[in-house]
């Protein structure tokens, strides 16, 4: 009898745990993802791929600089109680690494997803910064601000979904085929409007655009290099570009005070422009760049 009672009672166990526990370890009670990413454009990828099995979090709220951003502790607390965090990258945002390490130790089961990988990082010395010191170099962060990269970040980003949700399988392939379908096309209009342009440097507030322009075959000027503020013979360089290529329009971001680039853009009789590199809307972030350069640079 006893034998019996123990038998019935494992048998209920093994039940319990495979229809509720494993799940619960990688999706939460009402069977949505808790997902957590460090800026907003990532939350487009995630939402367009995950659709309503996932819930997002941003870390950088918009508005906030990721550069010199740094979580409180409630919100490192909510971030913790998630079931996978997309990072943008292993040393691209000081503020990332240590948030990383403050996750884990608060989650042992949190899945942390590298976006990095797969990227062809650019160099920080590899950037036009009329002579400012860049520091300590290492790579540019701002790995998103391509679409090919997009497609790439995209891919990782099912792929981890697709791990933790394998009963998504089909509808996460599906939501990517669609995603990917739309980031060629955003890519492949990109092409026709940037090829033919006149002039092809660009000035911009700080240095997010590098990949953009390698990827179109454009050029970025920074006025601030790493966050520094740039010095008068920094900007009386990047008037002397401005006037010499006329250039007409100065990129200005709302992460950073726009006195400078507006001091520029009165010398270089140039245009002043809002774009936002952490814009929410990422595909159509990227046309309203690009018809800003069409625009301007014909």
Not at 73 to 87: A, K, N, T, V, Y
């Amino acid at each position: 009898m006893m034998r019996t009672t123990l038998l019935m009672l494992l048998l209920v166990l093994i039940a319990s745990f495979s229809s509720g526990c494993i799940r619960n370890d990688t999706v939460s009670s009402d069977g949505v993802l808790q997902v957590a990413v460090t800026i907003p454009p990532l939350k487009e990828m995630v939402e367009v791929i995950g659709g309503d099995r996932v819930s997002v979090t941003v870390v950088v709220p918009p508005g906030s600089e990721p550069h010199t951003f740094e979580p409180g502790p409630g919100l490192i607390s909510r971030i913790s109680r998630s079931d996978i965090f997309f990072r943008v990258g292993e040393g691209l945002f000081p503020f990332e690494d240590q948030l990383v390490g403050r996750l884990s130790s608060q989650n042992h089961r949190l899945r942390i997803v590298d976006l990095s990988h797969g990227i062809d990082l650019i160099l920080m010395d590899d950037h036009h910064d009329c002579g400012q010191d860049h520091g300590d170099a290492g790579y540019d962060p701002h790995i998103w601000l391509s679409p090919v990269n997009g497609g790439v970040m995209a891919e990782s980003i099912a792929e981890s979904l697709i791990m933790l949700d394998p009963d998504g399988e089909a509808f996460y392939r599906e939501n990517l085929a669609e995603y990917h379908q739309a980031i060629m096309e955003t890519d492949t209009r990109l092409r026709e409007d940037l090829t033919d342009l006149r002039i092809r440097r660009f000035i911009v507030t700080h240095d997010a655009w590098g990949y953009f322009a390698r990827e179109y075959g454009l050029e970025q000027i920074a006025v601030f290099v790493g966050g520094k503020e740039p010095t008068a013979r920094d900007i009386a360089e990047i008037v002397r570009i401005a006037r010499e290529d006329e250039i007409p329009i100065i990129f200005v971001e709302p992460q950073f005070s726009q006195k400078t680039a507006e001091v520029i853009a009165a010398e270089a009789d140039a245009m002043v422009i809002v774009i936002n590199p952490l814009a929410e809307g990422y595909l159509s972030n990227f046309v309203h760049v690009a018809e800003s350069l069409e625009e301007a640079m014909r």
